[in-house]
């Protein structure tokens, strides 16, 4: 029974972790190339063929950098939890009288009697190692990170802004001017952006239709500047 309590978290914790990623990536994903593409119909209306290659340079050059940045933060947490780790060591090593109180101390904000928490907090620490953990999740918050995780958030991050780049793209490379180009992708890069924002908002629990509109208005700002840049500096 309780294997199945912590096969399940697990699960959960990985399903939060990639949902996270592909939001990182899908929001970035659908917002610049589009403001990009926009940009340059306002710039280029006859070659139609400039936006879809600076399109797909970009989104190579963005999902490589999101990746990037995916895999820093994931290693960043690893070296974060394992820095704190090993100053719990050493804290029980040289600390024990003050860390034995603060395993006190939590059992006591749990609501436990004093007698109660004397007994948990005696039978916690005949174990180092589990002493430790203990510490490393009810005082300081830390859940042990998924020693893959830096490698898995890089490759989902690299690979959403891929898949949400290319929606505001795909209408280029039917189309024999920039301008027609933009009108279609526009329509479907503000659905899809609607779509999203959600389908996202309604997993964080704010108001789907809000958040849909909010996403989807932000999209089109990008766009409308990148556009309206684009054109006064070519007139």
Not at 95 to 120: Q, Y
């Amino acid at each position: 029974m309780q294997d199945t309590h912590l096969h399940h978290y697990e699960e959960h914790l990985q399903s939060s972790d990639l949902l996270k990623d592909i939001v990182i990536g899908m929001s970035d994903g659908l917002t610049v190339p589009f403001a990009l593409a926009a940009g340059l119909s306002g710039a280029v209306n006859g070659n139609v063929s400039l936006v879809w290659i600076a399109g797909i340079a970009e989104i190579a050059a963005g999902s490589i950098a999101m990746g990037l940045g995916g895999y820093l933060a994931g290693k960043t947490d690893q070296d974060h939890y394992n820095s704190e780790l090993k100053n719990e060591y050493w804290e029980l090593e040289h600390k024990r009288e003050v860390e034995i109180e603060e395993v006190r101390k939590v059992f006591i904000e749990w609501g436990l009697s004093k007698h109660t928490a004397e007994e948990a907090t005696q039978e916690i620490i005949k174990d180092n190692d589990r002493w430790v953990e203990f510490m490393m999740k009810h005082e300081l918050g830390l859940e042990k990170p998924d020693p893959k995780r830096a490698h898995k958030s890089a490759f989902n991050i690299g690979l959403s802004y891929i898949v949400g780049g290319f929606i505001p793209l795909i209408p280029y490379f039917f189309v024999d001017t920039a301008l027609i180009g933009l009108k279609y992708s526009a329509m479907i890069t503000l659905v899809c952006l609607f779509i999203f924002g959600y389908f996202k908002s309604k997993m964080t629990g704010v108001n789907p239709w809000i958040g849909g509109v909010k996403v989807m208005l932000i999209g089109a700002t990008a766009a409308s500047v990148a556009f309206g840049i684009a054109r006064l500096i070519q007139g």
